[in-house]
């Protein structure tokens, strides 16, 4: 069976001597896992297509749910990721993310597109790295299925005041209302922002202003909320902090 659809190459591992097999997110298909024969040759027609971080138009074909690229095109190549390091290890993570909390032939739309419109930013340099970073990570954990629950403070019922956000539950609470677990110490503009994020139509998920300590607080509550709720290690955010600190 042939399928041409377009996908966004998560990851890539070289296989033999001159085969890559890929992880795709791909439109019709979802996630899936599909081998590139002779990809990595000099000659191939796929090589551009099937690199990490490219968004290609493929035809597939699939047999007994094994599936192959039979030709691939190169629709968006993010080309800024691949000449800033720190960029590319960034995109990088943003996949690791999208693969680990993407379902296997299951088609998701909106995880599709977060994944694109953050490559796009990040490859065109439209906003800071942070923003896109916490703007991905909380809205990411929204589409797979953890989103929080920002209205009102979980123990009291009122706005939060000097706001905590759990990481475990997921919730906002005063700081002074009773709560166990580990926090993440919030604002009143950290937490309008986070509200934003979770509300926003996607083409305006990165058109928020903030600064300073607040954009700190927002920083580390996105990701320390993914760490917590995914329960596992990404090696390609630890890279991520490595090359940036260079």
Known sequence: MFNTTKALVLREVRYKEADRILTLLTESE?????????????????????QQLTWSEMTLFGNRGKWTVNEAIVVEGFDGLRADLEAFALGAYFAECLEALSVEDQPDPALLQLGLNALYALSRGLHEPWKLKAAFELRLMSLAGYEPEL????????????????????????????????????????????????????????????????????????????????????????YYKQVRMK
């Open 30 to 50: 979802g996630k899936i896992t599909a081998k590139a024969r002779g990809a990595l040759r000099k000659s191939s027609r796929t090589a551009a297509a099937t």
């Open 151 to 238: 209205s009102a403070c979980a123990s009291c019922g009122n706005e939060p005041v000097r706001p905590l956000f759990s990481l475990k539950e997921g919730c906002v609470v005063c700081g002074t209302c009773p709560h166990g677990g580990e926090t993440a110490p919030l604002c009143p503009a950290s937490l309008a922002a986070m509200r934003y994020i979770l509300a926003a139509p996607p083409k305006k998920l990165f058109s928020f202003s903030l600064e300073g300590e607040a954009a700190d607080r927002l920083a580390y509550a996105a990701e320390a909320f993914l760490l917590r709720q995914t329960e596992r290690r990404f090696g390609t955010l630890e």
